[in-house]
């Protein structure tokens, strides 16, 4: 069974709309994060939480919004939706202190039209 | 900012070779790791390896540190189908926020 969920696998979007993604995992891990993999693109940090709080944000635009309802849960809340936001999001998690070993989910894939 | 890149876009290889990957990285870091991505999945952790630490082996594979030189391999033995993949070197910087820059990836192919 995956121990990280991503929903939904797939999506499609209109530009201008908005969307979230929903991230859990079942790691019992404390810390969680939000990639990016766009094409012909290395895989790209985001965001990072421990213990539900933002620890660090390399996204230049406001318009990604990180959402930690429970210690589980790393949602990522997209507004204004650009066709070059069109990428899979990935999210991961790991347990601080264990020299960041991230697990990955599947990954969400994004198309804006 | 650091970098950490592979050194080339794909590889091709017969089953039950041996292939190797390269990585070299820009700025000082606390450990390295590979990653292994298959087709519609995320990418999985192969191994782990400190700054400190020159050599560490993961089953079939093994993983080499240089940090004069800023490079890293990583190798696999008796290659198999199921070994195809992208393979990514990851640096860690160390720090709080738990982030890792990813080089670009590595498209290795094993041929039956």
């Known amino acids: 069974d995956p121990k990280i969920i991503q929903k939904p696998k797939y999506l499609v979007a209109v530009t201008g709309s908005e969307k979230i993604l929903i991230c859990e995992q079942y790691?019992?891990?404390?810390?969680m994060y939000w990639y990016r993999q766009s094409a012909k693109k290395p895989l790209e940090f985001m965001f990072s939480y421990s213990y539900q709080k933002l620890m660090d944000n390399q996204t230049a635009s406001s318009r990604f919004q990180p959402q930690s309802s429970k210690k589980n849960h790393l949602d990522l809340q997209i507004t204004a939706l650009k066709p070059d936001d069109s990428a899979t999001y990935f999210c991961?998690?790991?347990?601080?202190?264990?020299?960041?070993?991230?697990?990955f989910g599947a990954g969400t894939r994004l198309s804006v039209l | 900012s650091q970098l950490a890149e592979e050194n080339l876009w794909a590889l091709s290889v017969h089953e039950g070779e041996s292939v190797t990957v390269n990585c070299s990285y820009k700025t000082s870091i606390t450990a390295l790791q590979w990653y292994r991505q298959k087709s519609g999945e995320g990418p999985a952790q192969l191994i782990l390896i400190r700054s400190n630490e020159r050599e560490k082996r993961n089953g079939r594979l093994r993983a080499t540190l240089d940090t004069s030189s800023q490079s890293s391999s990583l190798s696999i033995t008796a290659t198999r189908c199921e070994d195809t993949a992208v393979y990514f070197c990851a640096t860690d910087a160390g720090g709080l926020s738990g982030k890792l820059t990813f080089g670009e990836g590595t498209q290795v192919t094993v041929i039956s």
């Open positions: 790691l019992g891990h404390n810390a």
């Open positions: 991961a998690s790991s347990q601080v202190n264990s020299q960041n070993t991230l697990y």
